[in-house]
């Protein structure tokens, strides 16, 4: 079984940032493209960024120009810069393995809270 190991989330106010961070197997992380999801209360799970091995990356609409996506080969951990945190960013934050459009394994979450 592939452990995904999260953290960086927690609670920060409006205009905010944070730094999530998701470290995975080498064997991993050197042969797939990461990404980031994030499921709000009621909500879906959505997709937020995506980083390919080559460093190419993808944003979703709503957080591009205010997270940044990256990865470190030598830690194999990716992270996901926030800033400017909105009250609607708050969700669950789910790092993944990604071959293709498919998700091979997800992290268990971490928690991102927005609020004043």
């Known amino acids: 079984q592939v452990q995904l190991v999260e953290s960086g989330g927690g609670l920060v106010q409006p205009g905010g940032s944070l730094r999530l961070s998701c470290a995975a197997p080498?064997?991993?992380?050197?042969?797939?493209?990461m990404g980031w999801y994030r499921q709000a209360p009621g909500k879906e799970r959505e997709f937020i960024a995506d980083?390919?091995?080559?460093?190419?990356?993808n944003y979703a609409d709503s957080v591009r120009g205010r997270f940044t996506i990256s990865r470190d080969n030598a830690k194999n951990t990716v992270y996901l810069q926030l800033n400017s945190l909105k009250a609607e960013d708050t969700a669950v934050y789910y790092c993944?393995?990604?071959?293709?459009?498919?998700?091979?394994?997800w992290g268990k979450g971490t928690l991102v809270t927005v609020s004043s």
């Open positions: 993944n393995v990604q071959r293709g459009y498919v998700t091979l394994y």
């Open positions: 980083i390919k091995t080559d460093g190419s990356t």
């Open positions: 080498v064997n991993i992380f050197r042969l797939y493209a």
